[in-house]
């Protein structure tokens, strides 16, 4: 077996052409294996087996720097650099992170996990080599996906400018997480059908070099291309064409669906832990397929992450032009919502919450400022959702409730949710925000009632005294739980209160608390610098009241366990009862 005699890169280039065709077998071998028991991006990896053994083959990484975009591609990498063991056996699976990472390895040169960014760091690697009199190849590895992110169309349009060696390898598969949207892949699909002869050429236009490769999938044809390019004193798009999901059948057929995959079965496909109950991405896509049949108006808009609402390929089929993707391009998305309301229609834009953070200026400037009524749906904006560094889902709230004409809702239930997703496209007044509630849906079947447009109203739950539990969205029911075992202990009934609005405080309800009421505590599902909490606490600031924020502090987590982190941080119902009980 080559692949458990593989260092590093060194032990690559001994291997004969004939063996280099077994180490890509014995590769994927190892990712299906590891993937049906662990996950992980899929079908990245499995088209860029021979690409990355033919780059390791010829360059001399980490002298020559790979830089690699948005990290789902990196695993054959991390194979051949010294980290094979986590790919081979299971006990050390999790001895790696899914992204490329410079503290697991000297060949990783970028913590990297939102898309489009290897061009531009690429081209401030080549810079910077060039500033200090380096040598040495600099490579930049990217998607065709990638390329509708506007740092990408960045990086290439900056990359000439260089007039030094940097090699761009252009990784075209013909998709992006879904289908590829987006008028520049006319011409990748032109450059394709024409093996790259086509006039018309994308990266020529840049003032690019550029060298096409019709065998994306065979490493001597890579090798002879990449040898091509080695040491080249300007720019180069080194264009490869490959095959997604390259040597497992479902993956080659369903491209979309095993982008990325949870454990599951080699043998059928099938994922050993079925979904269930119900999904807020599945209970979005039926109210706006509904809300869609009566309403032309009325658009749901993703940036290359279509199933985020629910709307998996049939769904899309259905809502035809009312549903757009703009591709990996946050920022257009946001801007395509506020033109949308401000020519009276209704778009919902549906985003990860790590996501909200690639278009902050659109959200401020093109959309708040100017006060149009488009909505923003945030799912996973929670401890309990994406656990990897770069993917964080605690930060939305400091950035979005901060935000001036912006409301941003949180439902603790469906039933609140689908009545607040309804009001906001039916109102005209405000850019609207709904944060997702983190962990299964809760329904509690009762109508919602309340009018959302009568702004920072919040609704007290449980009327009490001394102890006042202000529960925001998914940690609501732990303020219930906080509540109910204050009564326990005290025999005093505490209040406990639902806020909805992340983005304002009831001043009023506020007041009234400090006539029978020692003690205020807050509980949010994210970052409590300039979260929510704060907002209570400064109302208080000039009073005898005792505020305690209850939310996460200020960290870059990686790979956490949630149930570790929420009692690091006090957030058991324990712990937090522990505590008030000091102050009543």
């Given at each position: ?7 590093g ?10 063996q ?21 991006h899929?079908g ?37 650099t ?7 056996y ?6 790696v992170?899914g992204y ?10 970028f ?10 760091l690429a ?36 990359a ?8 761009i390898v252009?990784n075209?598969?013909?998709m992006?997480?879904?289908e590829n ?6 011409n990748l699909?032109l450059?394709?059908d ?10 020529r ?12 999938n ?6 002879e291309?990449f ?12 264009h ?23 454990p ?9 832990d079925?979904?269930q ?18 309403d ?20 899309r ?10 591709g990996i ?10 033109g949308?309301?401000?020519?009276g ?6 985003v990860?919450s ?15 400022i ?11 904006g929670?401890?309990?959702?994406m ?7 605690l ?7 901060n935000?001036?004409?912006?409301v941003?809702?949180?439902?603790t239930?469906?039933?609140e ?6 009001w906001?496209?039916e109102?005209n007044?405000?850019p ?13 079947g ?8 009568d702004?920072?109203k ?7 005294q ?14 219930q739980?906080?509540a ?10 505490a ?5 909805y609005y ?53 960290e ?23 505590d008030v009980?000091?102050?009543?």
């Amino acid at each position: 077996m080559y692949l458990e005699q593989i260092n590093g890169p060194e032990d690559v280039k001994k291997l004969s052409g004939e063996q280099l065709t077994q180490l890509a077998d014995e590769m994927r071998q190892a990712l299906l294996k590891r993937a049906s028991i662990h996950g992980g991006h899929f079908g990245p990896n499995f088209g860029m087996v021979e690409a990355t053994i033919a780059l390791h083959y010829v360059f001399e990484s980490p002298k020559d720097k790979i830089v690699f975009d948005v990290s789902h591609q990196t695993y054959p990498h991390k194979m051949l650099t010294g980290r094979k063991d986590a790919y081979l056996y299971e006990e050390h699976y999790d001895d790696v992170t899914g992204y490329s990472s410079p503290q697991e390895s000297e060949h990783d040169h970028f913590t990297v996990g939102h898309t489009s960014t290897s061009v531009s760091l690429a081209c401030g690697m080549a810079k910077g080599r060039d500033l200090n009199g380096g040598t040495g190849n600099v490579i930049a590895v990217i998607g065709d996906g990638s390329l509708s992110g506007g740092e990408a169309l960045e990086g290439l349009d900056f990359a000439a400018e260089l007039e030094s060696n940097l090699i761009i390898v252009v990784n075209d598969n013909d998709m992006s997480i879904a289908e590829n949207h987006g008028g520049l892949y006319s011409n990748l699909k032109l450059l394709r059908d024409t093996k790259g002869q086509a006039e018309c050429n994308l990266f020529r236009t840049m003032g690019l070099d550029y060298v096409y490769v019709d065998e994306g999938n065979n490493v001597q044809v890579l090798i002879e291309a990449f040898q091509s390019v080695k040491d080249s004193d300007k720019p180069v798009v080194v264009h490869i064409k490959t095959l997604k999901g390259k040597g497992y059948a479902p993956a080659e057929q369903n491209k979309e669906a095993w982008h990325y995959n949870a454990p599951f079965n080699i043998e059928t496909g099938e994922a050993l832990d079925q979904p269930q109950g119900e999904d807020y991405s599945d209970i979005t896509a039926e109210f706006l397929l509904d809300k869609m049949k009566k309403d032309p108006a009325v658009v749901a808009i993703t940036s290359a992450t279509p199933t985020v609402l629910g709307f998996t390929k049939d769904k899309r089929d259905l809502a035809g032009k009312q549903f757009v993707d703009v591709g990996i391009a946050e920022e257009t998305a946001v801007a395509l919502a506020s033109g949308i309301a401000a020519n009276g229609g209704k778009p919902v834009w549906g985003v990860y919450s790590t996501f909200v953070q690639r278009t902050y200026d659109q959200i401020a400037q093109d959309l708040c400022i100017n006060n149009n009524a488009a909505t923003i749906v945030t799912f996973w904006g929670t401890v309990y959702g994406m656990n990897d560094v770069t993917h964080l889902g605690l930060y939305d709230i400091p950035m979005m409730a901060n935000i001036p004409n912006l409301v941003y809702l949180a439902p603790t239930t469906k039933e609140e949710y689908l009545a607040m997703l309804d009001w906001s496209l039916e109102q005209n007044e405000h850019p609207v925000a709904i944060r997702l509630p983190g962990g299964p849906v809760v329904s509690d079947g009762q109508k919602v009632t309340k009018d959302f447009s009568d702004l920072n109203k919040y609704e007290i739950t449980q009327k009490g005294q001394k102890v006042a539990v202000i529960g925001l969205g998914t940690f609501y029911s732990l303020g219930q739980s906080v509540a109910k075992e204050f009564e326990e202990k005290t025999g005093t009934k505490a209040t406990v209160i639902n806020p909805y609005y992340i983005t304002g405080i009831d001043q009023d309800m506020l007041e009234n608390l400090k006539k029978d009421h020692d003690v205020v505590i807050t509980l949010e599902d994210g970052i409590l610098d300039g979260g929510f909490g704060e907002k209570i606490a400064r109302f208080y600031g000039d009073s005898d009241m005792k505020v305690l924020n209850y939310g996460l502090k200020k960290e870059f987590l990686d790979r956490y366990d949630a149930a570790e982190v929420v009692k690091e941080n006090r957030l058991t119902r324990e712990q937090i009862t522990e505590d008030v009980m000091k102050f009543v």
